[in-house]
């Protein structure tokens, strides 16, 4: 009996469920099936506080592009999801300070996917700075210390353009897409169409892009299963606790200074990218704060 009774509640709930799934309105019933697929598509959305106009035709069509491509590549995507566990703590604190929206961490996603990397063009680092306009920004850059690989200092620059550009521009969402095409380029656009707003633009297919791109990946990685991605919290890329070495003065081989601090070369390497050789020349008597983990080594 009691058997009986368990099976016929089980049925109950299936018979109930299926009613409520077919009382919901077509388009409704769509999205509910979808969600949890790389075809999902969001109500809305905006850019640090700057709705995205979805009712435009072309607007909605070029953001589905961009979640759909993104939430597709299985791999990839999930990889920078693991990764922004690591890296968003540390760009975070650094945007708040200077009033810049958390949403630029996602600018960063889709320059490097939150690696060191390095274009054919000669951007380096997490924020893709080129040389000359890392130097601009105050980093220092050369054969032995590239602070494009400094995620802290890259990060401060960034700001440093993002405030600029929104101050020209008066969005963020311009601000971010001169990013990629530049304050010149952009000012010459909107110069030429007389319209101020990024989704009324005609650009070039890349920085055309660039916004959505960010828009697709803050949606996937703010609500990833949504869109399909199942990733624990186990699974995610864990901050690795450090503490800070201060020197200023010459230190003629790395390796034996690694070895001091209780870690090999390979390891200092992994949390110094911005030493770019295997000494560090410091006649000018600078302080440079080196990162040491204190685990996961």
């Not at 030429?192 to 989704?199: A, G």
């Not at 790395?254 to 390497?269: M, V």
Request: charged share 25%; aromatic share 10%; with cysteine.
């Amino acid at each position: 009996m009691k058997t009986n009774k368990a099976l016929v509640s089980v049925l109950s709930v299936i018979i109930l469920s299926g009613i409520l799934v077919f009382g919901i309105s077509g388009e409704n019933k769509d999205k509910l099936m979808r969600e949890g697929t790389p075809m999902y598509f969001p109500a809305e959305i905006d850019f640090a506080g700057e709705k995205t106009p979805l009712h435009i035709t072309d607007v909605r069509e070029r953001l589905d592009r961009e979640l759909l491509i993104n939430a597709n590549l299985d791999a990839t995507t999930a990889l920078i999801i693991k990764r922004a566990n690591r890296v968003f703590p540390i760009i975070e604190p650094i945007l708040a300070k200077n009033g810049v929206p958390d949403d630029f961490k996602y600018l960063a996603v889709i320059e490097s996917g939150l690696v060191n990397a390095v274009s054919s063009a000669g951007a380096r680092g997490v924020w893709q700075f080129m040389p000359d306009t890392a130097k601009e920004k105050g980093m220092e850059v050369n054969d032995l210390v590239d602070e494009r690989y400094h995620l802290e200092k890259s990060t401060e620059a960034a700001c440093k353009y993002l405030l600029a550009a929104k101050e020209k521009f008066g969005s963020w969402t311009l601000a971010a897409a001169s990013y990629n095409g530049g304050m010149n380029g952009i000012t010459k656009k909107i110069d030429e169409q007389k319209v101020s707003n990024y989704y009324d633009l005609a650009l070039t297919e890349e920085t055309s892009r660039y916004v959505f791109r960010i828009l697709a990946l803050k949606e996937i990685m703010s609500e990833p299963t949504k869109f399909g991605f199942n990733i624990y919290q186990s699974e995610l890329y864990q901050p690795i606790p450090t503490k800070k070495v201060e020197v200023d003065s010459t230190i003629n081989d790395l390796t034996g200074f690694a070895k001091l601090q209780g870690i090999n070369y390979k390891i200092l390497k992994i949390h110094n990218p911005w030493l770019r050789d295997k000494k560090l020349v410091n006649p000018t008597k600078k302080k440079y704060a080196i990162e040491i983990p204190l685990s996961g080594y």
